[in-house]
């Protein structure tokens, strides 16, 4: 009778994951959990205690990121994270820059580096079982709102009432013509793509909002590539059941095509060329200018009307706006991602977040190449047709968090990667 054992680390190789001595860190597990539900949970608060506005979103935001900060430091910063505060300090330079230049504060783009940085120093710092506890934890309860919304939809508007919380917070004034309680952007209109499986509105679960629910299937399929070997097989269930979920109900058309690329990218990434997913973000753009010189009067709501889009804005912007002196016309490009990193923070702000993106994680084993070149398509594409839906802490959190385990020293202390396995014979 044969029996699995996971062996114990050697001195100075990689921690084996799974491990039982592994400790999980709840604090992380909580802070984390609060980031990608907070929103939910002050629409909550909204609907059924007190209205809510802009600044207590705010603050609670900033109240999330100072206690994974007092953590940080509680813990020590160490050597290894010199790279991600480098990133964040040079976000801190060009926004001071577009500050002085528009004669205003504006810290847009430095406010989505500190989420970055801040997850991402986390993330080197936590046990796998840490990780795998977030990440379950989440999926858990958004897989569990998600089904009561296909269920009832009335019971979840009643628990939530996301048109409320919406116009409160963000002035997205209800739609007069339909009285769901949904978030009006998640109704979806006539012509919309869609699979024909689930009929209504698109999903939203905990995000409250379509985009953030669909990027959080996007986040799933960069954990699964990377970490699939190492997950158990309720874990695997989970995540992969709450990513196809979110996609057939939210009918999203990009976490569609990134689910598939993820499916062929488990083989196919880890036998690319290391860093050749640097051309990823120039081929992507380049794209999008020649979709739109080809079809430029595409618009509507469909894969080239969306890319011609953000290739129009791209072909048209002059050096005001790659200067970073055009930052009142960031309402305009919510559907635009790379010209709103440019308008945000100048030309140099997407070139640091391009190369960051490309050579955060060392692709010094299958599972780290696997995991940048999932997080290089998942970003690179999203920017494609949205400008700020990625840089939300809802799913920023995660993504980061898992981005900066990946790139921890002790994933590269050893070649292999993955823990050994052996066989030992017991006696019957």
Not at 62 to 87: P, R, T, Y
Not at 383 to 390: E, F, K, P, R, S
Request: one cysteine or more; proline letters at 4%.
């Amino acid at each position: 009778m044969y029996r699995s054992t996971q062996t114990l680390p050697t001195p100075g190789s990689l921690p084996a994951f799974g491990v039982q001595r592994e400790p999980v860190d709840n604090r992380v597990v909580l802070l984390t959990l609060l980031a990608v539900t907070y929103n939910a949970l002050l629409a909550v608060f909204n609907a059924h205690v007190a209205p809510v506005g802009f600044s207590l979103v705010a603050a609670t935001e900033i109240l999330i990121l100072g206690g994974c900060l007092l953590l940080l430091v509680s813990q020590g910063i160490k050597a290894e994270n010199a790279n991600l505060l480098w990133f964040c300090c040079a976000s801190l330079g060009l926004a001071i820059i577009v500050s002085l230049l528009n004669q205003k504060v504006f810290v847009d783009a430095f406010r989505n580096a500190l989420i970055i940085t801040i997850f991402a120093c986390l993330g080197r710092q936590v046990s796998f079982k840490t990780l795998n506890r977030t990440f379950m934890v989440c999926s858990a309860l958004v897989l569990l709102f998600l089904v009561l919304e296909m269920l009832s939809l009335p019971t979840y508007a009643a628990i939530f009432k996301p048109a409320q919380y919406f116009a409160s917070t963000r002035g997205t004034a209800e739609f007069e013509l339909d009285d769901s309680g949904l978030f009006r952007n998640a109704l979806g209109f006539e012509g919309r793509f869609s699979f024909g499986i689930f009929s209504g509105a698109r999903t939203s679960s905990l995000f409250l909002e379509q985009v953030s629910a669909a990027n959080y299937a996007g986040v799933l399929c960069v954990f699964l590539l990377a970490l699939w070997p190492y997950l158990s097989r309720y874990a695997r269930l989970l995540h992969a059941a709450t990513a196809v979920l979110i996609i057939l109900s939210n009918n999203t058309r990009t976490t569609s095509i990134l689910f598939l690329l993820s499916l062929i990218g488990y083989y196919l990434y880890p036998r690319l060329p290391k860093y050749l997913n640097l051309l990823m973000a120039p081929v992507v753009v380049v794209t999008a200018v020649i979709i739109y010189q080809l079809n430029p009067h595409a618009a509507g709501d469909d894969f080239v009307g969306r890319v011609a889009h953000t290739g129009e804005i791209i072909a048209k912007m002059g050096i005001a706006e790659y200067s970073g002196l055009a930052i009142d016309q960031l309402g305009l490009l919510m559907d635009s991602g790379y010209p709103y990193i440019i308008y945000s923070s100048t030309v140099l702000g997407l070139l640091l977040h391009w190369l960051f993106v490309t050579f955060i994680v060392p692709q010094r084993s299958p599972e780290q190449q696997r995991c940048a070149y999932g997080l290089a398509v998942y970003t690179f594409t999203n920017l494609l047709i949205g400008g700020t839906a990625i840089f939300s802490i809802k799913v920023a959190a995660l993504l980061w968090l898992l981005v900066g385990f990946m790139s921890s020293v002790q994933r590269n202390a050893a070649p292999a990667f993955r823990p050994t396995l052996q066989r030992t014979t017991a006696p019957q």
